[in-house]
């Protein structure tokens, strides 16, 4: 079973997807350089969590 996510992970990514449509993929770590680029967020555990969610999103859309 999975942990459930904060919604500020959940709403951070969804904005994230929304704003750079196409730039994420089902590979975590291209997610993971992505969300380094288009952030500024100090804390690697924050922006690993919201590439896994993004990750996770894109695998169950299919991309």
């Known amino acids: 079973m999975g942990s459930v996510k904060p919604n500020y992970i ?5 904005d ?3 704003t750079h449509q196409g730039v994420f993929n ?3 770590e291209h997610n993971k ?3 380094t680029e288009y ?4 804390y690697k555990t924050i922006r690993n969590r919201i590439a896994g969610y993004i ?5 169950v859309r299919g991309e």
């Not at 959940?10 to 969804?14: E, H, L, P, R």
């Not at 990750?55 to 695998?59: E, L, M, S």
Request: hydrophobic share 40%; proline share 0%.
């Open 10 to 14: 959940k709403n951070f990514a969804d």
């Open 16 to 18: 994230l997807m929304k």
């Open 26 to 28: 089902n590979d975590f």
């Open 33 to 35: 350089d992505m969300v």
């Open 39 to 42: 952030t500024d967020i100090k």
């Open 55 to 59: 990750t996770r999103k894109a695998q």
